[in-house]
């Protein structure tokens, strides 16, 4: 009974159900969801555990983030999901020694370009939309794993063989074919969208292989949801959206994590950048609304 409660809560924190404003007192919520006060108790305890609910004096009420708040949960996607590829590539420092074959020379850790507003260097005069996807990919010296093509490296350690985990390609196809279909027709902006663009991050990383890092990424996205849904993308950003998800399919298809990897981070700083840039905006007229009336 309480594990229904605790996912019915989700769903309508996530959809804005349950105004932000307003303490979520037990007896209320009992009627709602028609329980006794006893699951409704194990659900909310649950949800403050899950950082979804924030107490205050009087009570229980739904998390808002600060703005601040925001980019530091944007910052953690951006770490675990680069993650899920650095883990898997052939000669990056960061990959554990247990997760290769042979080892070799490391090569430099991937570093977040970051502009003067958080976004990717690269497209300054618009830190909301930053191309990520990049089509000169070198398709020599592919090597099957037999779940995934690997690109062989050159020079220096290029004896090294394949990775040993590679994503998993049915569950990357699939997205793949998911986000093509999205491009060539494109939804209605609304929470089912959102809730494709979550199931797509969520995916590549669960291919990688660590479920943990999925896990801690659905934490993310529960926290910044409410947020998402009361700025949804506009028919340019869908289109944005669907491409950079594409390619980054492709590459990672393709065995090509390293642009995958910097596929990913463009697409990741750019929607940070779009969504601090919102959150600031909306304060701002917040403030203006306040000092004037009609």
Same mark, same amino acid.
């Given at each position: 009974?309480?594990?229904?409660?605790?996912?019915?809560?989700?769903?309508?924190?996530?959809?804005?159900?349950?105004?932000?404003?307003?303490?979520?007192?037990?007896?209320?919520?009992?009627?709602?969801?028609?329980?006794?006060?006893?699951?409704?108790?194990?659900?909310?305890?649950?949800?403050?555990?899950?950082?979804?609910?924030?107490?205050?004096?009087?009570?229980?009420?739904?998390?808002?983030?600060?703005?601040?708040?925001?980019?530091?949960?944007?910052?953690?996607?951006?770490?675990?999901?680069?993650?899920?590829?650095?883990?898997?590539?052939?000669?990056?420092?960061?990959?554990?020694? %247990?997760?290769?074959? !042979?080892?070799?020379? &490391?090569?430099?850790?991937?570093?977040? #370009? $970051?502009?003067? /507003?958080? =976004? *990717?260097?690269?497209?300054?005069?618009?830190?909301?939309?930053?191309?990520?996807?990049?089509?000169?990919?070198?398709?020599?010296?592919?090597?099957?794993?037999?779940?995934?093509?690997?690109?062989?490296?050159?020079?220096?350690?290029?004896?090294?063989?394949?990775?040993?985990?590679?994503?998993?390609?049915?569950?990357?196809?699939?997205?793949?074919?998911?986000?093509?279909?999205?491009?060539?027709?494109?939804?209605?902006?609304?929470?089912?969208?959102?809730?494709?663009?979550?199931?797509?991050?969520?995916?590549?990383?669960?291919?990688?292989?660590?479920?943990?890092?999925?896990?801690?990424? %659905?934490?993310?996205? !529960?926290?910044?949801? &409410?947020?998402?849904?009361?700025?949804? #993308? $506009?028919?340019? /950003?869908? =289109? *944005?959206?669907?491409?950079?998800?594409?390619?980054?399919?492709?590459?990672?298809?393709?065995?090509?994590?390293?642009?995958?990897?910097?596929?990913?981070?463009?697409?990741?700083?750019?929607?940070?950048?779009?969504?601090?840039?919102?959150?600031?905006?909306?304060?701002?007229?917040?403030?203006?609304?306040?000092?004037?009336?009609?």
């Amino acid at each position: 009974m309480s594990e229904r409660v605790y996912r019915s809560l989700q769903r309508d924190l996530a959809a804005g159900t349950l105004v932000p404003t307003e303490r979520l007192g037990e007896e209320r919520l009992a009627e709602t969801y028609g329980v006794s006060r006893t699951p409704v108790r194990e659900a909310l305890a649950r949800l403050l555990s899950d950082g979804l609910l924030e107490r205050h004096s009087d009570g229980l009420y739904p998390y808002r983030p600060r703005v601040d708040e925001l980019g530091d949960l944007y910052e953690l996607r951006i770490v675990l999901e680069a993650r899920g590829i650095q883990r898997l590539q052939a000669t990056p420092a960061t990959v554990p020694e %247990s997760l290769t074959i !042979a080892a070799g020379p &490391p090569a430099p850790v991937a570093v977040i #370009p $970051t502009g003067s /507003r958080g =976004a *990717a260097v690269g497209d300054p005069a618009d830190p909301d939309r930053i191309p990520a996807r990049d089509t000169a990919s070198d398709r020599d010296g592919i090597a099957s794993t037999g779940s995934i093509t690997w690109v062989a490296p050159t020079g220096p350690g290029s004896d090294r063989r394949p990775p040993t985990r590679p994503h998993d390609v049915t569950a990357v196809r699939h997205e793949l074919e998911t986000w093509l279909r999205i491009r060539e027709h494109p939804p209605e902006s609304g929470t089912a969208l959102i809730a494709a663009d979550e199931e797509f991050h969520t995916t590549l990383l669960l291919s990688a292989g660590n479920s943990a890092l999925a896990d801690a990424l %659905s934490t993310v996205h !529960a926290r910044v949801r &409410p947020v998402r849904a009361l700025d949804l #993308p $506009t028919p340019g /950003r869908i =289109a *944005a959206m669907a491409d950079d998800h594409i390619a980054i399919a492709e590459h990672l298809l393709a065995g090509d994590l390293d642009t995958a990897l910097r596929t990913l981070l463009a697409h990741l700083t750019s929607s940070r950048a779009h969504v601090l840039t919102r959150a600031r905006r909306a304060l701002e007229l917040t403030k203006l609304a306040q000092a004037v009336r009609e």
